[in-house]
Each structure stands twice: as structure tokens, then as C-alpha cells.
């Protein structure tokens, strides 16, 4: 790694002059970094006043791996030569898929000092409310640089409390300002998917939209594959869900619901995993009419390249509502009240977790329309829905967002008890949000 850096070093630092563009009130454009599209952007500055040099440019990175050694003095040493990198002022700007860091080595001094900032410049609190400003000193620039390299080590140094208040200040970052991160604060999140999977109107899964003397769910799997852009981020995402139903009280309709999703995220050039694990039980208030469903959800995400691992639980109420007779079709109203909370991240010896804490407002309606005739006797369903998202408590980069679906739905033969469901689905989706959009197209299976 460390003759990679120097390397990049070699080939990409040239001389400037003083005058740096900025691309927020007071965070430098060191290099024009902004003009980069990787996820992970660093632009670096040394100018040593004893001799007038001057040097700039900007580094870009598709993962987070060794970010830190652009505050290597020994690094630019190499480049820039002994005495400018070690009485020199170096100061350099990280954009971290959208978290801001400043670190900097003022001229002739031996401390490094290590900020989190807002956009305008500003120095934000972490989950403690403490600053998240950071200094290491030493006998020499080296010292200081490898104080900080150990504090943040994970698998060496578990416990530093210096190490836990800056990832503590980077993981809360992400979810505030980051746009795509995997964990939370955006609709591809983990947070976001748990809601969605709480209440999705877009696959009529719920038992009072079954028609009389149908039998329960057992089954119900699906896969969808999406794409969409968030800022200067892209990204491609492959979902799959497995969902078993059971009739659990004798006489009664309820039905206790297993629900099993997976997905794999291709997030600007990163790979993302995560898994959920869901369990509701949807109880009939008034028969064909309303239910209720308590349910309580885990999910865990990992993304290496994207420096992501962390996990969520959730707990939610969903009220589902059908009105009959709205033209030839019928009327589902849907809401959700939900609760979740970020947890320690796990196989971790330093604590990851962004202590995230929010409530969750989902509402939304579908109307489904049955339509008649159809090859071997089947007969169809055109369904369209639309759902927002609202979320409240800690800071996210996006706190609320919109969805539409317009499915296609081919259901059992006229002469079946399964004739008023539908046994395949075929949906289009379509999810905005600030600065984010994204279009999904999937299909379903109940038997």
C-alpha cells in the first residue's frame, strides 16, 4: 500500500499557486478534488512559508482502505522532501462519500489535528455531544501521525477511547451526510428496507384482501432488481424475499408471517451485503376489513469497500384498511408507526455503532382492479400504489421519501378458490427522495 501511495504522490502533485477555490464557505477545493466522482476524495496542500514552496493536488479512491496515510508525513517526505513535509504546513481535505474531514500539520508545529465538519465548515458533535475535533502530538510529526494510525487501528488497539470517538464521529457522519450509505439515512439503506418491508402495499399480502374461503399464505417469494443515483453516486441492487405464512389460533384468520429478505448492492464500484429477518403477526380487527400487525424486525449490512458493517432493530405497528366497491376495484390504506434503533456492530473489537435513533411514519394506498377473461381461463390484476416515508429522532441525510409501483397481477384459474389472488406479480417501481432517485423492476410468487 505505502509504495502505492508514493506513487500516486509522484505522479500527481504539482506546483500552485496560493489561491485555492472552495467548494462549501470554508472547506478548500484543494486540486479541484470536487471535480472528481470516486467515492472517496482527498485533496492535500503543503506550503512551507520558511521557503516559499507551494504544492497541491487532489487523490481519489473507490474504497476506504488506508484513507489515513494521507497524513503520513513520511510519505510526502518522499515527494516533497524532508523539510517540507516535516516543518511545512500540510493540510488536507477528505471527502468521505459525503463526510467531511479536515487534517492538518501547522507550519513548524508536530501536532496533528483531525475535524469533522458540516459543510460550511463548521465542527460537528458526535452521539455524546462531544466535538468532534481531535489532536495528536509528539516529539516529531512521525510520532503524532502514528499515534492517531494506532488510536484507529480496530484489531489492535479495541478500547482506545480516542479510536472509539473518531469512528464514533465518521459512523454518525454517514448516515447525516452520506447519501448512499448502506446502513442508514437514505432509501437503499438497511433502515429504509426494514420499513418498507413493515408495510408494502405494492404485493397485497395482507390476509384481508384474500377472498373468502382461500387458504393462508404458506409461501410468498419475489426478486427485484433495481438501479438509481444519489449525487455523484451510483448504484445497482439485487433483491430476494422469502415469506411463510401460518394460521396459528384455531378458528381465527390471524396469521403469523415469517419474512426472510436479502440483498446485494453494487454501490459505485463497492459491494454491499445485508440481510433481514422479520416477525409479524396480522390479526383480522374486523374480518375482510382491517387488520392490525405487530411486527418486529433485525437486519445486518456489510460493505467492506464503503467501510460499512452495522445492524438494526426495528419494531413496528401496521394498520391495513379495504374499501370495496371504489369503481370496479377496491381501496387498501396503509400505516405504519415504527421504532429502530442502530446496534454495537458485530464481529467488531472497537464499537462501530452511529447510535441512531428515529421514528418511522409510513403511509400510503393502493388500488387494485380486477380484470376479466384471460388465456386458460385466469383471470388478471392491475394494481398501482403509492407510499411516503417519513422519518424523525436522530439526524439523516434523507428523512423522508416517495414511492410509486404499478403491478401486473395473473391469478388462478376462474373455477379456484385461488381465483381472487393473484399467483404471479409483476411490478415497476420508482423511489424519489432530495437528490436521490431510482427505478426497480421485480417479480413474485404466492403459492
Known amino acids: 500500500m505505502r509504495n502505492w501511495f508514493t506513487a500516486r504522490l509522484f505522479a500527481c502533485f504539482c506546483i500552485v499557486g496560493a489561491f485555492s477555490p472552495t467548494f462549501a464557505q470554508s472547506i478548500p477545493n484543494y486540486g479541484g478534488l470536487t471535480s472528481l466522482k470516486a467515492p472517496f476524495r482527498v485533496g492535500v496542500r503543503v506550503a512551507n512559508s520558511a521557503n516559499g514552496f507551494v504544492v497541491e493536488n487532489a487523490f481519489e479512491q473507490k474504497v476506504i482502505d488506508d484513507i489515513q496515510e494521507f497524513l503520513d508525513p513520511s510519505q510526502y517526505a ?35 489535528t483531525l475535524r469533522f465538519v458540516r459543510p460550511d465548515g463548521t465542527v460537528i458533535n458526535n452521539s455524546k455531544g462531544q466535538a468532534c475535533s481531535f489532536t495528536f502530538t509528539g516529539a516529531t510529526r512521525q510520532i503524532a501521525y502514528d499515534d492517531l494510525d494506532n488510536a484507529t487501528d480496530i484489531d489492535a488497539n479495541a478500547g482506545d477511547p480516542r479510536g472509539e470517538a473518531i469512528f464514533d464521529c465518521l459512523y454518525g457522519s454517514f448516515a447525516r451526510f452520506s447519501p448512499l450509505d448502506p446502513l442508514a439515512g437514505n432509501p437503499t439503506s438497511l433502515q429504509a428496507t426494514l420499513v418498507r418491508n413493515a408495510m408494502d402495499l405494492s404485493i397485497g399480502d395482507s390476509l384481508i384482501e384474500q377472498g373468502e374461503g382461500a387458504p393462508g399464505d404458506p409461501w410468498m417469494v419475489g426478486a427485484s432488481y433495481s438501479g438509481g443515483s444519489a449525487g455523484r453516486f451510483d448504484y445497482q441492487r439485487i433483491d430476494a424475499r422469502v415469506q411463510r405464512s401460518f394460521r396459528i389460533f384455531e378458528g381465527n384468520r390471524a396469521q403469523l408471517k415469517i419474512d426472510v429478505p436479502f440483498q446485494y448492492s453494487r454501490l459505485s464500484g463497492s459491494d454491499s451485503y445485508s440481510t433481514q429477518i422479520g416477525l409479524g403477526l396480522e390479526y383480522p380487527v374486523i374480518a375482510r376489513r382491517w387488520s392490525l400487525e405487530p411486527r418486529a424486525s433485525y437486519g445486518i449490512v456489510y460493505s467492506e469497500g464503503f467501510g460499512s458493517v452495522g445492524h438494526i432493530a426495528q419494531a413496528s405497528v401496521t394498520s391495513r384498511a379495504v374499501f370495496d366497491g371504489i369503481g370496479r376495484g377496491r381501496l387498501v390504506l396503509g400505516n405504519m408507526l415504527g421504532y429502530s434503533t442502530t446496534l454495537s456492530a458485530p464481529g467488531t473489537a472497537i464499537s462501530l455503532n452511529p447510535d441512531l435513533k428515529n421514528v418511522s411514519l409510513r403511509n400510503g394506498l393502493a388500488y387494485e382492479l380486477p380484470l376479466k377473461g384471460g388465456a386458460g ?59 436521490y432517485k431510482s427505478f426497480s423492476a421485480g417479480i413474485g410468487f404466492r403459492f
Open 78 to 112: 518522499l515527494v516533497v522532501g524532508v523539510v517540507n513535509a516535516n516543518q511545512g504546513a500540510i493540510s488536507t481535505v477528505f471527502d468521505l462519500r459525503g463526510v467531511t474531514a479536515l487534517g492538518d500539520y501547522a507550519q513548524n508545529s508536530t501536532t496533528l
Open 377 to 435: 381461463g385466469r383471470n388478471k390484476s392491475v394494481r398501482a400504489s403509492y407510499t411516503h416515508t417519513k422519518f424523525f429522532g436522530d439526524d439523516l441525510f434523507n428523512d423522508s421519501f416517495h414511492e410509486f409501483t404499478l403491478s401486473f397481477g395473473l391469478r388462478g384459474r376462474e373455477e379456484s378458490v385461488r381465483a381472487t389472488r393473484d399467483l404471479i406479480r409483476f411490478n415497476l417501481n420508482g423511489t424519489l427522495a432530495k437528490g
